[in-house]
């Protein structure tokens, strides 16, 4: 059964940075689009960007140009850098393959103060 582990989450202040890893295990990432997503408090998961087998890229336009969603295959790793963070984007972030979502991961916590 394919398991995502999501890890790069933290504590930032307002403005800060922080890049986010999942580690999809017993699956190959190479052939599937792939999402970040977030649950923040009293609120429901939402998608935030994607990328596509072929590289391609969709985020909400709350985090355009803030966020970037990349993708390692040899690694079987995707990646959220995100700049410019604020206190909306306080939330439990979680990797999934987009539409046919296997197993949700624990998820890492950003928190970010003001």
């Known amino acids: 059964q394919v398991q995502l582990v999501e890890s790069g989450g933290g504590l930032v202040q307002a403005g800060g940075s922080l890049r986010l890893s999942c580690v999809v295990l017993r699956g190959v990432i190479s052939r599937i689009e792939i999402g970040w997503y977030r649950q923040a408090p009293g609120k429901r998961r939402e998608l935030v960007a994607r990328?596509?087998?072929?590289?391609?890229?969709n985020c909400i336009d709350s985090v355009k140009g803030r966020f970037t969603i990349s993708r390692d295959n040899a690694k079987n790793t995707v990646y959220l850098q995100m700049n410019s963070l604020n206190v909306e984007d306080t939330a439990v972030y979680y990797c999934?393959?987009?539409?046919?979502?296997?197993?949700w991961g624990q998820g890492t916590q950003v928190t970010v103060s003001s």
């Open positions: 990328i596509a087998s072929g590289g391609a890229t």
């Open positions: 999934n393959r987009f539409i046919y979502n296997y197993a």
